[in-house]
DNA sequence: CGATATATATCGGTTGCCGATATATCCTGG
DNA sequence: CCAGGATATATCGGCAACCGATATATATCG
């Protein structure tokens, strides 16, 4: 499936290539520029992921440019990636929101929950 | 620090401790429900997470218990623990905010979005 | 008595991140 | 004019971390 188990550098190339191509350098700046420079994106890191998606079926090699003698290999998102990436997406919001929630009800009753049956955790949240 | 980069199992594991302690097995069991099946936690993982985030001082042993004849050692969050929980929450929230939105914008203009400098993105998301 | 569930823990293989390094061009400052 | 920084590509080796397999031990069920 590939669709499970995606690391932080993996979604944030794949977001930084959902509204458009970029290359390379370019994708290390927009990461750094979308996350308000929490996430650093390494550039030993690129090639590896940038191989790995390509792989994986989820980016594609858009085109190639030439800007003041230097190279520029766009790369592109697939209707798979992009949908890997919904699906990722989705999934971090669902754990983010069951984190929130949870640690609000270890704040309410610490030592002892109300009901740890599933609890509100979230359950309905993807699916 | 230790702030900065989570991963996936240390993460869940936080989570799973942020409402009550629990211990080892309960923590594979409570992943599992919490994230409705999708966050399978291996045995193999989780010792080295328990170690690694005791080591950091995000988790400490509680108590210990026997049921059974079965020794029963829960686990406990810190306040650093929770700190660091909720600020990762935050962050994956931000993160997954910022996929859709670039995901829907890229299907609103397939080939040039309208405006790539920073865009709403999110910027202003934590801080 | 064997299989399954509970509960702990270790080890080795594989994957993946990151720092360092290499190459090449363009621009700016001294 | 040359050194340094930004742009832009790529590789390699070390280290951290995940995971499957395995081991040990007890209780229950068939």
Redesign the pocket.
């Known amino acids: 499936m590939a669709s499970k188990?995606m690391?932080?550098?993996?979604f944030f190339v794949l977001t930084a290539l959902a509204d458009q191509p970029r290359?390379?350098?370019?994708i290390l700046r927009e990461v750094e520029e979308l996350s308000d420079g929490a996430v650093q994106?390494?550039?030993?890191?690129l090639?590896?992921?940038l191989d790995?998606l390509t792989a994986d079926g989820m980016i594609v090699l858009d085109r190639e440019e030439v800007?003041?003698?230097?190279?520029?290999?766009y790369y592109r998102l697939t209707d798979e990636g992009a949908q890997a990436l919904d699906a990722e997406a989705e999934r971090m919001a669902a754990g983010a929101s069951a984190a929130k929630q949870r640690i609000a009800e270890g704040r309410k009753a610490p030592g002892a929950a109300a009901n740890p049956t599933t609890g509100p955790g979230l359950a309905g949240g993807l699916a």
């Open positions: 188990g690391t932080t550098a993996a290359h390379g350098y370019g994106l390494r550039v030993g890191t090639y590896g992921v790995r800007h003041d003698g230097r190279l520029r290999r």
